[in-house]
């Protein structure tokens, strides 16, 4: 079978809404085969989520999250400021959602929807937690929840939680922690 040239070139952007989280844009783009064709695309600034580690607990974040309309459980987590780096990013918010800081490790960064959109989550291990909390932010609402190392792995295998950095994280650290 023959290669062939996949990328898609773009001939037009506009800018169709502009918002606080995010940005979304619609282009024109020329295909391989020359035909044009429009993609609309979220553009994203990136997040941080923490597997966040004490006594063989994972701390997780219980929150309300208005767009599925439900409380989730989720590792700590949060987006990236303007110029700010992943790691710097993963102990502000692992202070201010767990009141905690630790050691942080990178375990990957993925696309989390690259059909749509450029986000991009960067996971963190994060171990040796010493109490040193930030204040949350003004608009976060969060219990802090400690769940036994083994249940979380075998909740995150059986899709019990809803949220994919969540699985994705406990899953990747499972490998490399005894």
């Not at 918002?19 to 020329?30: N, S």
């Not at 553009?43 to 929150?63: F, S």
């Amino acid at each position: 079978m023959e290669e062939h040239d996949r990328r898609e070139e773009r001939i037009e952007s506009k800018v169709v809404f502009e918002g606080r989280l995010l940005r979304i844009e619609r282009d024109i783009v020329r295909l391989p085969n020359g035909l044009e064709t429009s993609r609309e695309v979220v553009r994203h600034p990136g997040a941080v989520g923490i597997v966040a580690l004490q006594d063989q607990h994972l701390l997780m974040v219980r929150q309300y999250r208005y767009a599925v309309g439900q409380e989730t459980l989720e590792i700590p987590a949060g987006k990236l400021d303007l110029l700010e780096l992943p790691l710097d990013c993963a102990q502000r918010e692992l202070r201010e959602e767990t009141g905690y800081r630790g050691t942080l490790e990178p375990i990957s960064s993925f696309y989390t929807t690259p059909g749509f959109t450029d986000e991009v989550i960067h996971l963190f291990l994060a171990v040796d937690l010493v109490w040193d909390p930030l204040k949350p932010d003004d608009d976060e609402f969060l219990g802090v929840e400690r769940i036994p190392w083994d249940e979380a792995v075998l909740k995150a295998q059986q899709n019990k939680f809803n949220d994919a950095k969540t699985m994705l994280g406990i899953l990747l650290v499972q490998g490399r922690i005894r």
